[in-house]
């Protein structure tokens, strides 16, 4: 049995989709599994990875697991080692984050640190992904775009290679279901390198009109971190991290490639299927 936990999301939900595909048995963990909607015979378990006596009953019977952590990063990596270490698992695959190659002090990296650190301890054999920014990112753009066709950018202009979820989610599956990846980690990029305003060029071609695009100063950005979560202080380093020209995912990388024998999903292929989105027609894939 292979455990998906954030299989709800945008990767897990990818991940669990082509692992049935593949015939495996999946149990997939989620707070709401009536709203789960995942593919039939998938067993859907109630609970999350903050939650440690429902992790105990995920975990039953499990070799393998797929972690996809989406609130306390490191307090809840610290649940999942527990309960691995219980379960006795053999295998598991952390979605970590590029930011923890950030030469620069920043706190996304560092919770994602502190989650390796403790998947380290789990008993099992791990890989982390480190993926960089996701296509999917480029949702935050759908009101501005719906109703005046802006963009208005608050992670600055930077220069990376975004990653497809679905490109995630196979790298994830070839880690679960093959050998040879066991204490590897991979740092996952989409094909090419792309500034967000290449990228609000590229989704204007697909929605055939011009896109008005403009960067938030970073102190704008600051004031609207410090909104969400309080922490000013934080806000400050991950907006300065965000915005600095030593991102690890600068330049593409071979690891898709590498692990799937198939060239990863561009940013213009991203936009095509999920245009829908941004003219309020429809989902997205
Ligand atoms: N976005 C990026 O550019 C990027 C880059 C590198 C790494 N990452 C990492 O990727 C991970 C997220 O992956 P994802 O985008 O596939 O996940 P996601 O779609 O954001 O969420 C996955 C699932 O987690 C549950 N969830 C959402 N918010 C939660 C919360 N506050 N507390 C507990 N559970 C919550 C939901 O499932 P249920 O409601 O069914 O429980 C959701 O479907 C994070 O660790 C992030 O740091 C992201």
């Given at each position: 049995?292979?455990?998906?936990?954030?299989?709800?999301?945008?990767?897990?939900?990818e991940?669990?989709?082509?692992l049935?595909?593949?015939g495996?048995?999946?149990?997939?963990?989620?707070?709401?599994?009536?709203?789960?909607?995942?593919?039939?015979?998938?067993?859907?378990?109630?609970?999350?990875p903050a939650?440690?006596?429902?992790?105990?009953?995920?975990?039953?019977?499990?070799?393998a697991?797929?972690?996809?952590?989406?609130?306390?990063?490191?307090?809840?990596a610290?649940?999942?080692?527990?309960?691995?270490r219980?379960?006795?698992?053999?295998?598991?695959?952390?979605?970590?984050?590029?930011?923890?190659?950030?030469?620069?002090?920043?706190?996304?990296?560092?919770?994602?640190?502190?989650?390796?650190?403790?998947?380290?301890?789990s008993?099992?054999?791990?890989?982390?992904?480190?993926?960089?920014?996701?296509?999917?990112?480029?949702?935050?753009?759908?009101?501005?775009i719906?109703?005046?066709?802006?963009?208005?950018?608050?992670?600055?202009?930077t220069?990376?290679?975004?990653?497809?979820?679905?490109?995630?989610?196979?790298?994830?599956?070839?880690?679960?279901?093959?050998?040879?990846?066991?204490?590897?980690?991979?740092?996952?990029?989409?094909?090419?390198?792309l500034?967000?305003?290449?990228?609000?060029?590229?989704?204007?071609?697909?929605?055939?009109?011009?896109?008005?695009?403009?960067?938030?100063?970073?102190?704008?950005?600051?004031?609207?971190?410090?909104?969400?979560?309080g922490?000013?202080?934080?806000?400050?380093?991950?907006?300065?991290?965000?915005?600095s020209?030593?991102?690890?995912?600068?330049?593409?990388?071979?690891?898709?490639?590498?692990?799937?024998?198939?060239?990863?999903?561009?940013?213009?292929?991203?936009?095509?299927?999920?245009?829908?989105l941004?003219?309020?027609?429809?989902?997205?894939?």
């Open positions: 049995m292979i455990l998906v936990t954030g299989a709800t999301g945008k990767v897990g939900r991940a669990v989709r082509q049935i595909g593949l495996c048995a999946v149990r997939a963990l989620s707070r709401s599994p009536a709203e789960a909607d995942l593919p039939e015979g998938v067993d859907v378990v109630a609970g999350s939650d440690t006596a429902s992790l105990e009953v995920a975990f039953k019977d499990v070799s697991a797929l972690i996809v952590l989406s609130g306390d990063v490191a307090r809840e610290a649940n999942i080692t527990a309960a691995a219980k379960a006795r698992l053999s295998r598991i695959v952390l979605l970590s984050s590029g930011s923890v190659q950030h030469p620069v002090p920043h706190g996304i990296a560092d919770e994602h640190r502190t989650a390796e650190e403790a998947i380290r301890r008993g099992a054999a791990w890989t982390f992904l480190r993926p960089g920014p996701f296509h999917a990112n480029t949702s935050w753009w759908i009101s501005s719906r109703e005046n066709s802006s963009v208005r950018c608050w992670i600055g202009n220069p990376g290679a975004p990653i497809d979820e679905c490109d995630i989610a196979s790298v994830a599956v070839s880690a679960l279901t093959q050998n040879g990846h066991e204490g590897r980690s991979y740092l996952l990029t989409g094909p090419e390198t500034t967000s305003q290449e990228q609000a060029r590229i989704l204007g071609e697909v929605l055939g009109r011009e896109l008005d695009f403009s960067v938030a100063p970073a102190e704008e950005v600051v004031r609207i971190f410090t909104g969400i979560t922490d000013r202080a934080t806000a400050v380093t991950n907006v300065a991290a965000l915005r020209p030593e991102v690890p995912w600068a330049k593409p990388t071979t690891a898709v490639r590498d692990l799937t024998g198939r060239e990863p999903r561009s940013y213009r292929e991203w936009a095509e299927a999920n245009a829908a941004f003219t309020g027609e429809g989902k997205s894939t």
